[in-house]
């Protein structure tokens, strides 16, 4: 197999700081008035996304673009899958036009790693099922780290990150908690008994779901949608109910900690996890997780493209330094 991404394990605490260090020379780029360096240029980037998006598959692209990769996007819904050609065959047709990465987000858990045993291309997995979901939690320590004023290549010793919602559902909440934990921050889980998974052994956090106990110790306040696309039979008993107890209303967010942030990956479900008026405080960095994830996904793609071997490897960081430095001249 070819080196790709596929969970935050991948990566290890060493291999999340590179990806962010990394980050930060690619933001640098993203700011120029042309966000543009030919860094992958004659590289090709694939984005097969059996599942809706419209965040992760267009930074995936916009962040292919200002590094001069060529993108192609394979849309399951007009592909011949719908005449019964197998995942196999789709991902081998695109292995064989060349591809270099295909970025893959599929309903269900182990497919972009199933995929890795079947094509030469660099897999990066952009969510599957309820397993992982690696870049939005990469683009979420950055957030973090920037909107909280942390140096680079400092950890999170310390931090108290709270995570609330259908952590059961969410491979946002899988990764991050990867992540968070890999970097030093202690993890409390919010939510109801049904909506946490049915074991939380060998999960380094605590959970609770008593939102309001919660408040006053929480650095990060990461809310989570009710993802009511993968849940089986009714899990909650009234949606009013849910949102009473677990959303964060304005007056939750005024007893968070005054320098205190809150994340939501989106979409939004708004007026149940998070209301309108907490979604525009200056505190709610969600615009910016957005942004960040562009960043983000170019230091990916450099890893994996730009560098072979990189991810694993301790030399991309010095690389990129390089790369920004050479293309600005
Ligand atoms: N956060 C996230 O994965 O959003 P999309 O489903 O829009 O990609």
Redo the contacts with the bound molecule.
Sequence with gaps: MTEGLLSIADLGAEGIQRVLELAEACQEISERPIPKVPTLRGKTVATLFFE??????LSFETAAKRLSADTMTFTAATSSLTKGESLRDTVETLDAMGVDAMVIRHPSSGAPAQVANWVRASVINA?DGQHE?PT?ALLDCYTIRHSLGLATGSDFAGLRVTIVGDVRHSR?ARSNVAALSLLGAKITLVAPRTLLPPSLEGWPVVATSDLDATLAETDVCYLLRLQAERMVGPLIPDLDEYARRFGLHRHRAERLPKDALILH???MNRGIEIDDDVTDLDRTVIVDQVRNGVAVRMAVLYLLLGVPGALGADRAVDEVQTMNGAERG
């Design positions: 809706n998006s419209t965040r992760t598959r969510g979901h939005q946002v990956p989106g979409p």
